[in-house]
Structure formats: structure tokens, C-alpha cells
């Protein structure tokens, strides 16, 4: 985000309240002052609920970042990965293997609308819970999805094998459990070999090495870990680029003139495309406006 020359940061003051979040304001009214001053959104939290509650009153285009539930934005990344890795998405399976979090709930979401098939690889307990898997019957209606607690079954024919942490951040309470639980369902080189030569491994980093993963599978030939992170700085610009779009877009259709238009920031050399270019220049008086 520091790439864009206008950003705003919230930070929380603990894990669950935010002093001016949900505590001193309310999820709606903070979500309304924030559209009365940016131009994109974009909501990285813990609680799901906060991000609805935005959803419900903001008038700003944007995206969510990360939740408690959902992980959209790695999921996105993800799939860009696969398809740069494979050339095509078509006919692949994606195992996950690991715990039924927020980043296997996206990524199933993510694989069932483009077609790849995905498999959850997950210890008794720890699979996808009813309330996501039905969410995900409305999001994605036939989705092509497994589960199988064996995870050597599971990789037979898995075209790229991914795990994540076992405890994510506001389960270390956990740590000790989940380390036990998870003990048989570590991405080794024992479970690369029983998937095909051409499979693929990845992670969404940070990574517990030595626990989830170990260091010859995380730096060996079939990883493409760091490949990811050149995705993943990628295509968010061109979501907020898409969304500035939507928004020219929008205001044209209101009958808005292009000196009305919300201040729309873009960095040096770059232009939002939408059928004409919009350029923003600033004038002494600090305004910016618009020109086709």
C-alpha cells in the first residue's frame, strides 16, 4: 500500500477491541468516515463481523484483506501462482493439508469457482466447520471438494500439495494441542513422494519450519513459496486500480463532472483505464481534479 501516495492505517489496541473500532465507535459509523475521506478500503481484521458491518454502510470501493474466516486476497494470489507455475488451471488438484482455517475456507471458495478441484487433508476435529461449508454450497453450488484424513491418500494425485500454519495468530493458547494433533500431517519428504514428480508445494508464509514443513520440502526443487510473494505484490494494485475504475465508472453514471469526481490518487506514470483515461491533477489550492 505504500506504493499508492494517500493511505490510511488502523491499528488495534488489542486482539478483539479497537479504541475507536467497534469500542469509543461503531463498525458502521467509523465505516462511514472513512468514505467520507479515502477512495479505496481495504479491511484487514480479526473479527468477520467487522467487516460485514462495513460492508453494510460504506460507500467506497474496496476488498477485504484477512479475517478470523476468510483469506481472499491469498487466495486470489494463490491461484495466480498455480496458473504461472502450470499455464492453466484446468483439470488440477489443489491439497491442502493442514487445518480447516480461514486460508483452505478461501482457497476452497477460490478453486470451486474457477474449477480446480481441491482436497482438505485435515486431523479428526479440525476439518471445515458445518456454518463454512454451507456458506460455501451457496458461494460455489457443485464444488469439486474432498476430504480425506489421510493425508498420503489424499497427495496421490495432487498437483500442488499446500499447508499452512497449525495454530494461527489468537490460537497460541493452542500451540501445545495443535502440535500434537497435527504431528501426522507435516509436509515432509516422505509425503512429497507420494504425490507425482510434477507436483508442486506452497505455503502462505510466515512458516513454522520444522513443525508444518520441513526445511528440504520449504527450499527444495518442487517448492514455489517465493514465487508467490512477486504475485501477491502484484495483483493488489491492480485491485485497487480496478476499484478507483469502478468508481470513475460510477460517478460518470451519476452525471458527476470529472471536477466532482472523488479525488482519485494515482502514482507517477501510471493511469486508470477505463474506456478513456482519467488523469488527477492538483492545483495550489490542494484540490484535485479530474481530466480526460
Known sequence: MRRWPNWVAAASSSRRTTPGLGGRESVEDVARVIS???????????????????????????????????????????????????????????VFVGD????????????????????LSAPDGYEFDNEFLELLAVAVPDPDLGVETDPMAAVAEADVIYTDV??????????????????????????????????????????????????????GPQSVVF???????????????????????????????ADQLRAIEVTRGHRVRSGQHLHSRRTDDGAVHGEH
Request: proline share 4%; hydrophobic share 35%.
Open 166 to 219: 497449525w495454530a494461527s495468530m489468537g490460537q497460541e493458547s493452542e500451540k501445545s494441542e495443535r502440535e500434537s494433533a497435527f504431528a501426522g500431517h507435516q509436509v515432509n519428504a516422505r509425503l512429497m513422494a507420494a504425490a507425482p514428480e510434477t507436483c508442486r508445494f506452497m505455503h502462505d508464509l510466515p512458516a513454522r519450519r520444522g513443525l508444518e514443513v520441513t526445511d528440504e520440502v520449504i527450499d
Open 36 to 94: 467520507g475521506y479515502s477512495d479505496v478500503r481495504v479491511l484487514r481484521t480479526f473479527s468477520q463481523e467487522t467487516i460485514e458491518g462495513f460492508c453494510r454502510v460504506v460507500i467506497v470501493p474496496g476488498h477485504q484483506a484477512l479475517s478470523d474466516d476468510r483469506h481472499p486476497c491469498q487466495a486470489l494470489t494463490d491461484l495466480l501462482t498455480i496458473r504461472e507455475t502450470f499455464g492453466d488451471l484446468a483439470a488440477r488438484r489443489l
Open 100 to 119: 480447516g482455517n480461514n486460508v483452505a475456507k478461501s482457497l476452497a471458495i477460490a478453486c470451486g469457482r474457477v474449477g480446480l478441484s481441491m482436497t
Open 227 to 257: 514465487r508467490r510473494p512477486r504475485t501477491g505484490c502484484t495483483w493488489p494494485r491492480g485491485c485497487c486500480s480496478g476499484c478507483w475504475v469502478s468508481e470513475v465508472n460510477m460517478a460518470r453514471h451519476d452525471g458527476r463532472a
